[in-house]
């Protein structure tokens, strides 16, 4: 198994910056990506970025140029860096590791932007 625990989440006012942290613990091993999702108040959860375990990384497209995924492997962590945030910006941001078979979730971290 693998968990996760995020931080990083608050409130900011727009244009403003934010740092998301995901700490692995667990069998981190069979990890081969890791990613980061949001659920937006009244609308289902998407895809945000992602990491593969070589490095390569995929974005959305509305957050393409503004944010910005990383991982430290030495620490088991992957960053998502927000800059330049909106108010559509606003949700509970979650962590997730793939394995094979099964992919893990973190329990969410809150990200409101508003002036």
């Known amino acids: 198994q693998v968990q996760l625990v995020e931080s990083g989440g608050g409130l900011v006012q727009p244009g403003g910056s934010l740092r998301l942290s995901c700490a692995a613990s667990?069998?981190?091993?069979?990890?081969?990506?890791m990613g980061w999702y949001r659920r937006a108040p009244g609308k289902q959860r998407e895809l945000v970025a992602t990491?593969?375990?070589?490095?390569?990384?995929n974005y959305a497209g509305s957050v393409k140029g503004r944010f910005t995924i990383s991982r430290d492997n030495a620490k088991n962590t992957v960053y998502l860096q927000m800059n330049s945030l909106k108010p559509e910006d606003t949700a509970v941001y979650y962590c997730k590791a793939d394995t094979t078979p099964l992919g893990y979730w973190g329990q969410g971290t809150q990200v409101t932007v508003s002036s």
């Open positions: 667990g069998n981190i091993f069979s990890i081969y990506a």
């Open positions: 990491i593969t375990s070589g490095g390569s990384t």
